[in-house]
């Protein structure tokens, strides 16, 4: 997980590593300097505590990754698949097995520790690293979006909306297998009706789709902004 390409970071970057780092650790957790500030070591643990819940989760996602990697590998040996969907497909499969293939670490002069500053990433929306990475991201959006507008917290009510349609394997939702467009018309529709308008405030949505006995589950999963009222949720 990382490079033999030389770099330059800020505070105590040194030459290029010369084996697998042991990634993780800061300099000097222990006591403080009589220079320091009395924060300044429980500052130190929780900046080394982050580093190495950041390893642990990136080390997780690129293991998921290379699961579905051999995954898609057997399955492509195994079927056929027209070229447009193999051309898709073979995309996919190099986007996850690159992913986080070259990283970028500090070595630290003071202890020799190795700390983990990021790692180049494919941005393919299926990937393991990517999709949680960019989950991450919105969720510090959507926080830092409340904290400039509290009013919303007060004045409405948060409601999960699922939606999906009757499907089946052999047949999916109106003789297609893949109803993702028919299901956002459907949904669109619903939206343009007066009682919708006159119960949700704003919202967001996403399409999430799944497979289980009944062929591919499209469905759709939104957060809604109500406004307060009895029985405002049904």
Same mark, same amino acid.
């Given at each position: 997980m990382y490079s033999n390409v030389p770099f330059v970071h800020n505070e105590e970057t040194v030459r290029i590593m010369a084996g697998e780092p042991i990634v993780g650790g800061i300099p000097d957790t222990g006591s403080p300097s009589s220079d =320091?500030?009395?924060?300044?070591? @429980?500052? %130190?643990?929780? %900046?080394?505590r982050y580093n190495r819940q950041r390893c642990l989760w990136m080390t997780r996602a690129v293991k998921q990754n290379r699961l579905n990697y051999r995954e898609l590998h057997e399955y492509l040996e195994a079927n056929d698949v027209d070229d447009y969907s193999l051309a898709y497909l073979m995309d996919f499969r190099y986007a996850i097995n690159t992913c986080c293939r070259h990283a970028l670490f500090r070595e630290h002069l003071i202890n020799g520790a190795k =700390?983990?500053? /990021?790692?180049?990433?494919?941005? +393919?929306? &299926?990937?393991? !690293?990517? +999709?949680?990475?960019?989950?991450? @991201?919105?969720? %510090?959006?959507?926080?830092?979006?409340?904290?400039?507008?509290? @009013?919303? *917290?007060?004045?409405?009510?948060?409601?999960?909306?699922? &939606?999906?349609?009757?499907?089946?394997e052999s047949g999916g939702f109106r003789g297609k297998r893949w109803y993702a467009d028919e299901l956002m018309r459907e949904f669109n529709f619903m939206r343009k009706k007066q009682a919708w308008k006159d119960l949700v405030y704003a919202g967001e949505f996403g399409v =999430? !789709?799944?497979?289980? =006995? +009944? /062929? *591919?589950? #499209?469905? #759709?999963?939104? *957060?809604? *902004?109500?406004?307060? /009222?009895?029985?405002?949720?049904?």
């Open positions: =320091e500030s009395p924060g300044t070591n @429980d500052s %130190r643990k929780d %900046r080394t =700390e983990f500053i /990021g790692a180049h990433t494919c941005k +393919n929306k &299926l990937c393991t !690293v990517c +999709n949680a990475k960019r989950a991450k @991201d919105l969720r %510090r959006k959507y926080r830092l979006f409340f904290d400039k507008n509290p @009013d919303l *917290l007060h004045c409405f009510d948060f409601f999960h909306l699922t &939606l999906t349609v009757p499907h089946n =999430e !789709v799944t497979k289980n =006995e +009944n /062929g *591919l589950h #499209i469905h #759709i999963h939104s *957060l809604l *902004l109500v406004h307060k /009222g009895p029985q405002n949720r049904n």
